[in-house]
């Protein structure tokens, strides 16, 4: 009963939070200390939204594709270049350091040059999510590789298993809770990459609509697509912790 009671209380206080946020929210732009056309109230935006919402909806299959895409492939190339680096230390000593190298340059100064590379359809907006993608999945991979139970790959060698039968049974199943982790940053980080590439150019998708309104000084409409963005962000990561529960199901005991 204790825990149950507990479970309730931790779902109702960050309700309690956001509502009295957007509570103090609805305050400030009916009073006017803000002016609406700069801060326009929840209640506009929301109305913004169900009259926008065929076309967020169609501009959302778009960025979803693209985020997907780019997702899928990021995973793909990072776990390749995270078990290469495992299996082999000197490949590791020459990589790791570029891989680091890769993430102190800003999304938003590579995506005008894959724009200019590659035009205004899908595949710059891919590029840019693989790019953004693929050093999380990387890293945390290898950390769990490095990290797994030395006496236990011990014995399975004193068992004549070799390298891939180490990793398959040992190795990645302890690294199982890395990846998960981060997958959960990788798929919102996702989500802002494609975005932030349509700003650049495109023909359709949430960036794209973004720059419009953002033209039009629609505040309403900007504040909604921003919401709509942090909820997709939102469904994809509860859709990993999912996944996770269903490929880790000795962490739900």
Do not use: H
Not at 109 to 123: C, R
């Amino acid at each position: 009963m204790k825990r149950k009671l507990q479970s309730t209380t931790s779902k109702l206080l960050p309700a309690a939070a956001i509502l009295a946020l957007l509570a103090i929210w609805e305050l400030v732009s009916d009073t006017g200390l803000v002016p609406k056309y700069m801060l326009p109230s929840p209640v506009d935006v929301c109305s913004a939204f169900v009259k926008d919402f065929p076309l967020l909806w169609e501009n959302s299959w778009v960025t979803l594709a693209e985020t997907f895409i780019g997702l899928a492939l990021g995973i793909v190339i990072g776990f390749l270049m995270a078990m290469i680096m495992d299996f082999f230390t000197p490949v590791k000593k020459a990589l790791y350091p570029i891989v680091v190298i890769t993430q102190t340059i800003p999304a938003v100064a590579i995506a005008p040059l894959l724009v200019l590379w590659f035009g205004y359809e899908m595949v710059p907006k891919v590029i840019l999510v693989v790019f953004i993608v693929f050093f999380p999945i990387t890293v945390s991979l290898l950390d769990g590789f490095e990290s797994t139970d030395k006496d236990t790959i011990n014995l399975m060698r004193s068992m004549g298993a070799g390298k891939i039968q180490i990793f398959r049974y040992v190795k990645f199943p302890a690294a199982l809770g890395n990846f998960f982790s981060s997958l959960k940053i990788a798929v919102s980080y996702a989500v802002v990459g494609a975005v932030i590439s349509e700003w650049l150019g495109g023909f359709m998708g949430l960036g794209v609509y973004m720059t419009r309104v953002k033209k039009s000084y629609a505040f309403d409409r900007m504040f909604a697509v921003i919401f709509l963005i942090s909820g997709l962000s939102l469904l994809l990561m509860l859709a990993v912790k999912l996944i996770q529960k269903r490929c880790m199901p000795w962490e739900n005991r």
